[in-house]
């Protein structure tokens, strides 16, 4: 299945549009990963374990997208 956010893919005609589709995660981080993220805040840098929460909310995300559309049957048709 092809996930895009444009109103075009290159090499193909879009046939057809269907309605939107959304997805929310909520994903909670424990008291040690808040403690560690003010430090680094404080002090600058980049907290790796927010980043790996993104990371997983990404991928949660995307795989309930994919899993509404086809639910709607959004095969994405194409000539």
């Known amino acids: 299945?092809?996930?895009?956010?444009?109103?075009?893919?290159?090499g193909r005609?879009?046939?057809r549009y269907n309605d939107p589709i959304a997805a929310n995660v909520v994903i909670g981080t424990n008291?040690?990963?808040?403690?560690?993220a003010s430090?680094?805040?404080f002090f600058g840098g980049r907290s790796t374990s927010y980043e790996k929460k993104m990371q997983e909310m990404y991928k949660?995300?995307?795989?309930?997208?994919k899993?509404?559309?086809?639910?709607n049957f959004y095969t994405g048709y194409y000539k």
Do not use: C, K, P, W
């Open 1 to 10: 299945m092809i996930v895009t956010t444009t109103n075009s893919i290159e």
């Open 13 to 15: 005609e879009i046939s």
């Open 31 to 36: 008291i040690f990963s808040d403690i560690g």
């Open 39 to 41: 430090y680094v805040d």
């Open 60 to 65: 949660r995300v995307t795989e309930t997208l």
């Open 67 to 71: 899993q509404r559309a086809q639910h």
